[in-house]
């Protein structure tokens, strides 16, 4: 701790980074620690480069900083200089919680005594342990004040672990998990959160009857994600998964030092610590390890579930005092930007997987992200997209060449928490000039609150469907057994009468013709056509009222769809009977561009001879309260964070339909022209074939106006 000009006091802050050796030509993991760490130490690491428990794996190690900026330059370095050693040797280092490929389990242990006592007592508990984290070291002025902001910052272990999730994969599979790390780590006899401790005295008395039971083998073996450390005079956060770049280490540095400066402003001021029920906290920590960046968190202390990016926007609102106090404030607001705009590390490996769902490319990802040759050369925010690559070879980072992906500007994150921590609107939810939705005014504030509010019947007045797993699927509402991550999930929050046509163009746009919810969705499945995960809400009676704002939607298994998928595409209605229109928002902005692409090519904003073809199609704008940009809405509850949202004018869909009055007539004539409808074929292909085309070219990895 040190204090700073304007007399604040500022915690010093280092890491511990784990990394994995591979071979660039097999991609699998490759047992060469000690010959590494000995190659590295004689470059200049010295001692601050050790083996781990197996041979698969190294440790590098920081000294204490209080700028950032030192320590972002002393983490490039250090991952330059491992990186050397192992090339030397013909291998490459990645950063990642787990092994993409390699050989089964049991893996082979360094030597040394202390791992040939763990083997003997915890036997195959080692065996799943080729696992990497990221340790960060906050400096502590005593053992009691350790323990003490300890109990503060347990309730943030959750959003810790949703934002540095990145294992994914394990030995050649995907386990569903964001962070199967964390799972791994779980089984251990003390791992997880930590308890609370009522003083230090009762950490001590705690630890001391661990030993004498035998459960850890000394101080050392406190694996609980936030331990004081046994060795140096700092609290130990272990909860992050070992992060892809170094720019994903600064920042959770200071997500962590902020945390940990908030704890001991409050400890100082006497305010008691959260005590969330363990097992509530336990499942909040699973949850996030699941679901990453996706779906809802669980908080631990109030057990309300909300989406994740809104959860971790209160906790950096809470703290942004401390990064301001510590400088590091826009480094925050920067680096949450780019993983609402890119995902995590987790949702990144599966983007590079699905792309000729290559295992290997994962692996040149990792490579090239983890110690680039210039640190300057590939910020976060970039990808792998060529699809002919081979294997990595020649000298450190010659692998895959990466094109970045463009970054667009967002909103402020911390100024939309705050906002939405004191249940104020956010800002597009009050400011903009653009369209109305067809239902402007919800007298329900979820969809749990239309289900379990109202006197209306699933079946009668409203229905659900949807589809999770396609393309293997014997009935609708069924879950099939297909692969744990699908592509993109087409969704119609806003079917049936709320917002007339776009369950029917769910339906074409997931592969299938309009059906009766009653028929089996096999049956009518277009030949030649992907099938895709699908959800639609369909109001049957009293439409208006049954409208849900898409950023209050939590319907399981609306969830459930999108965050099986990397992509979503929304599909909405607004006012407008004058002018054929689609407004495209959402925050996947690749997605974006190549939905507008393929209106382009389908016709449907080029001149026609006959004015009545066309239709205006527009990106939202930053202020319009349709943008679909809140990383709530539905449409970016992916496992990438992000989606597409489109907004059809009530003119546009009306012209789809030879007979657009009720969801019979419908169904029966989407794309049939007739006398009120003479160019329904032209508006319902060139729009179906469109979206198709589009999402199908983002998949590929293709930015057709990039």
């Not at 699941?290 to 926007?313: M, N, Y």
Request: aromatic fraction near 6%; charged fraction near 20%; charge should be negative.
């Amino acid at each position: 701790m040190t204090s700073g000009n304007d007399g604040t006091t500022q915690l010093t802050v280092g890491v511990e980074e784990e990394y994995l050796l591979v071979d660039p030509v097999t991609r699998e993991v490759d047992p060469a620690g000690d010959q590494v760490v000995a190659l590295a130490s004689s470059s200049g690491l010295g001692d601050r480069v050790s083996v781990e428990l197996t041979r698969y794996q190294v440790e590098a190690r920081t000294d204490p900083h209080v700028e950032s900026k030192d320590l972002g330059e002393q983490i490039r370095a250090m991952r330059a200089a491992v990186a050397d050693s192992a090339a030397q040797l013909n291998l490459r280092i990645v950063s990642s919680g787990s092994p993409v490929l390699g050989p089964a389990a049991p893996p082979p242990l360094s030597r040394g005594p202390r791992y040939a006592l763990s083997a003997a007592t915890f036997r195959a508990l080692d065996d799943e342990q080729t696992a990497c984290a990221l340790h960060i070291h906050i400096g502590m002025p005593d053992l009691t004040r350790a323990v003490q902001v300890s109990n503060h910052m347990r309730c943030r272990l959750p959003v810790l672990i949703a934002l540095s999730a990145n294992s994914p994969y394990w030995l050649g599979r995907d386990t569903g998990y964001a962070s199967w790390r964390t799972m791994a780590w779980a089984r251990w006899p003390v791992s997880g959160p930590p308890p609370y401790f009522a003083s230090r005295g009762h950490f001590d008395d705690l630890v001391g009857g661990l030993l004498e039971a035998g459960a850890i083998l000394d101080r050392g073996g406190l694996y609980w994600d936030i331990r004081p450390s046994h060795h140096v005079p700092t609290l130990e956060i272990r909860v992050a998964d070992a992060v892809t770049t170094a720019e994903e280490t600064l920042l959770l540095c200071a997500v962590v030092r902020a945390l940990a400066a908030t704890a001991l402003k409050a400890v100082a001021d006497g305010e008691p610590a959260p005590r969330p029920r363990p097992e509530v906290l336990r499942a909040a920590c699973w949850r996030a390890a699941r679901d990453g960046l996706t779906g809802h968190s669980l908080d631990p202390v109030t057990s309300a579930l909300i989406p994740s990016p809104v959860h971790i926007e209160q906790c950096l609102a809470a703290v942004e005092p401390a990064l301001r106090d510590h400088g590091d404030l826009e480094l925050v607001r920067t680096g949450w930007n780019r993983l609402c705009a890119d995902g995590n590390g987790a949702d990144r490996q599966r983007v590079v997987h699905q792309r000729r769902s290559s295992l290997p490319d994962v692996v040149d990802h990792l490579i090239t992200h983890t110690a680039p040759p210039d640190p300057r050369a590939v910020p976060m925010a970039s990808w792998p997209v060529p699809l002919d690559a081979g294997p990595a070879g020649g000298g450190r980072g010659a692998v895959m060449q990466d094109r970045p992906m463009k970054n667009t500007s967002r909103r402020s994150v911390l100024a939309s928490a705050a906002a939405v921590a004191a249940g104020l609107p956010t800002l597009n939810a009050v400011v903009g000039t653009g369209a109305t939705p067809a239902a402007a005014a919800d007298q329900y504030k979820s969809n749990t609150d239309l289900y379990t509010r109202t006197a209306a019947k699933e079946g009668t007045d409203w229905m659900r469907r949807f589809r999770i797993g396609a393309p293997v699927q014997v009935t609708d509402n069924a879950r099939s057994t297909s692969s744990a991550v699908s592509s993109t999930a087409v969704i119609a929050p806003h079917g049936g009468g709320i917002e007339a046509g776009t369950s029917e163009l769910c339906l074409a746009v997931a592969g299938y013709t309009p059906f009766d919810a009653n028929t089996d969705p096999a049956a009518a499945a277009l030949p030649g056509e992907p099938q895709r995960d699908y959800w639609m809400f369909e109001a049957i009676a009293n439409s208006t009222a049954q409208h849900v704002t898409a950023t209050h939607c939590d319907d399981p298994a609306a969830l459930a769809v999108c965050a099986n998928n990397l992509y979503a595409v929304s599909l909405h209605g607004f006012d407008d009977t004058t002018v054929k229109k689609i407004i495209i928002g959402g925050r996947d902005e690749r997605l974006k561009r190549n939905l507008l692409a393929a209106f382009t090519k389908y016709g449907l904003t080029s001149p026609a001879t006959d004015a009545d073809r066309d239709v205006t199609v527009v990106f939202a704008g930053a202020t319009d309260p349709i943008n679909g940009d809140d990383p709530a809405n539905i449409a970016n509850r992916t496992r990438t964070g992000a989606g597409a949202q489109l907004e059809l004018s009530t003119a546009l869909r009306q012209a789809m339909f030879g007979d657009f009055s009720g969801a019979a007539k419908r169904r029966t004539t989407a794309g049939v022209p007739s006398t009120a409808a003479p160019y329904a074929d032209h508006f319902w292909n060139g729009f179906v074939g469109a979206v198709r085309e589009a999402v199908k070219n983002h998949e590929l990895g293709l930015d057709s106006l990039g």
